[in-house]
Nanobody, 125 residues
Framework: QARLLESGGGSVRAGGSPRLSCASS????????MGWFCQALGKEREGVAGSDIDGRTRYDDSVKARFTIYKDNAVNTLYPKMNNLKPEDTAMYYC???????????????????WGQGNQVTVSS
């Protein structure tokens, strides 16, 4: 089992940087791939950033150079650092985790077994 507790999100202006975080456990942070998915209204969930257990990362082209995913193992929390947001980034953002011992960062929805509750990020122009 993996419990993922998200916090943050909300409304920002274009160019802004909302704060999101995902609290889990030491076991989850160090034994599972983790990542962030987004789901815009009327669209399917899409992987935007992923990290494996060794900290290697992978990003969707839509967020490269704007998003950074990183783990703070001291507090068992996963963050997306989201810069220069655009209105098209408006979506529900979900923290996700795979099963154990994942060594390649992934953005495939089928690879993730555990999902957080989701937090809305709305970007206005």
């Amino acid at each position: 089992q993996a419990r993922l507790l998200e916090s943050g999100g909300g409304s920002v202006r274009a160019g802004g940087s909302p704060r999101l975080s995902c609290a889990s456990s030491r076991y989850t942070q160090t034994r599972k791939c983790m990542g962030w998915f987004c789901q815009a209204l009327g669209k399917e969930r899409e992987g935007v950033a992923g990290s494996d257990i060794d900290g290697r990362t992978r990003y969707d082209d839509s967020v490269k150079a704007r998003f950074t995913i990183y783990k703070d193992n001291a507090v068992n929390t996963l963050y997306p650092k989201m810069n220069n947001l655009k209105p098209e980034d408006t979506a529900m953002y979900y923290c996700v985790a795979t099963s154990d011992y994942c060594y390649i960062p992934t953005l495939a929805v089928g690879d993730f077994k555990y999902w957080g509750q989701g937090n809305q990020v709305t970007v206005s122009s």
